[in-house]
């Protein structure tokens, strides 16, 4: 499967993407209505009703089977990003179901129940561990940085951030530096263990975007000092 990004990056417009499929491959698309072109056989795509557990994450009702030879460009919404992932033998990442836009024939999903507290603060109660050989798609916010975890070391990343993490990482809710800075901070993991994090570094913009609007001193000052007053002072 080969994919090319096209971007217009003198328009915030988003991105298209263009899938090319050879003779033989499968690429099974979770958003079907984002497809805008397709080249090929007619007979080429097939819409299916995804199974419950997929209505249910994915809140969807149909994804489509595109089978090859045949292309087709799917357009992606301003300001996410595509990122094609090729599985490794043994990789042990747990994802948020949500984030998937398409998978390649070969992969197979199993879901981890995850434990009260991480229910808590991820909102989701279930993560998604995808092994075989292939491909997935995982949409984000913003681009995807990787951040390599360390035994003993800490990595604090922010909780809303992380799109994928290892299974086997050790993870705690935290917050890190000094008051002041744990007052106003979202919460975030604690992380230790072997292997990456995955993280969608445009999750915070709206935030960047809303403190550089025109707003009064005296209001930023206290939604800064203030504990929580980013939460009580809009």
Request: charged residues 25%; neutral net charge.
């Amino acid at each position: 499967m080969d994919i090319q990004f096209e971007t217009d990056h003198a328009q915030v417009s988003g991105e298209a993407v263009t899938f090319r499929l050879g003779e033989g491959e499968t690429a099974h698309v979770l958003h079907p209505g984002q497809v805008i072109a397709y080249r090929g056989p007619a007979k080429g795509r097939v819409d299916r009703l995804m199974n419950v557990k997929g209505m249910y994450r994915k809140k969807k009702l149909i994804r489509a089977d595109f089978s090859g030879p045949c292309e087709f460009i799917a357009a992606l919404p301003a300001a996410y990003s595509l990122k094609p992932i090729t599985l490794d033998p043994g990789s042990d990442l747990l994802y948020d179901y949500r984030h998937l836009f398409h998978y390649s024939d070969g992969i197979a999903m199993q879901s981890r129940i995850l434990s009260v507290k991480n229910m808590f603060i991820t909102r989701d109660a279930i993560k998604m561990k995808f092994s075989g050989e292939g491909q997935i798609g995982i949409l984000t916010e913003g681009c995807v940085v990787e951040a390599a975890l360390h035994p003993v070391e800490p990595l604090y990343v922010q909780a809303g951030s992380v799109i994928a993490y290892p299974e086997n990482a050790r993870m705690e809710l935290s917050v890190y530096g000094n008051h002041l800075a744990s007052q106003h901070m979202n919460y975030h993991w604690k992380m230790t263990g072997q292997g990456s994090v995955l993280l969608q570094a445009g999750r915070e913009n709206r935030k960047l975007e809303e403190n550089l609007e025109d707003e009064g001193l005296f209001k930023r000052i206290l939604r800064e000092v203030i504990p929580f007053g980013g939460v009580f002072i809009k």
